[in-house]
């Protein structure tokens, strides 16, 4: 008994008929002259990865590169619009992290203060970038980018209530026992709520993309 071989997918037809006559026994042998090359059906173009053009400024760019994601980091400066991927924000701070650490190290066992002084220019000229690029991120997630005021707002007490902790139980130099134990009381209570909002944050900043985020985005005209 005959079997007659699958037609392959760009293989044209009539009817659901391969366009070859020939027919196969199920040993193999062929009976006709129209013989179709089996070792060599076409295989179907896979289609690449979409280049970074693909993906405009104020859209997500899932998986991004890090080159990609810290040049998109500095386009979008000031930008508070649109959305962001988790890899268009992680890769920049990491980066950001990584010369911080090392200017400071540098500060520590360098006796000139010029690396102290690029940290802090560094700080400051990568702060609006950064909040920006975390308002993306929000909105990528669905949320309103307001939410990142609790996450600055809880952040800058805590770190206050510390540096005021310190500074009571510095200046009393442990001659009054009250102040200090109260001096550590703000230090412990303000480490808990710095603590406490950069998980938060950091949560927020790893959660998975929503695709109901795209309402943050700016119509096309």
Aim: aromatic share 10%.
């Amino acid at each position: 008994m005959r079997s007659q071989y699958q037609v392959p997918f760009d293989d044209p037809s009539v009817d659901g008929q391969p366009s070859w006559s020939g027919q196969y026994a199920a040993d193999g042998s062929s009976h006709g002259t129209d013989t179709p090359d089996r070792g060599n059906t076409p295989i179907a173009p896979v289609s690449g990865r979409p280049t970074a053009s693909a993906y405009p400024l104020d859209r997500p760019y899932p998986g991004c590169p890090p080159v990609q994601a810290i040049e998109r980091f500095f386009r979008n400066y000031a930008v508070f619009s649109g959305r962001a991927s988790r890899s268009e924000f992680w890769w920049p701070m990491l980066m950001t992290g990584i010369a911080e650490t090392a200017l400071g190290a540098l500060d520590v066992m360098s006796d000139v203060g010029v690396f102290s002084a690029i940290q802090g220019v560094l700080s400051l000229a990568l702060l609006i970038p950064s909040l920006a690029v975390s308002v993306r991120r929000l909105h990528d997630i669905n949320l309103n980018g307001a939410w990142l005021i609790p996450f600055v707002g809880l952040t800058v007490l805590g770190s206050a209530l510390s540096v005021m902790g310190a500074m009571a139980a510095l200046l009393v130099l442990f001659l009054v026992p009250d102040v200090v134990r109260q001096g550590f009381d703000f230090i412990l209570l303000g480490s808990v709520i710095t603590v406490v909002a950069g998980i938060a944050y950091a949560v927020c900043m790893a959660w998975p993309s929503n695709p109901d985020g795209a309402r943050f985005d700016k119509p096309r005209r």
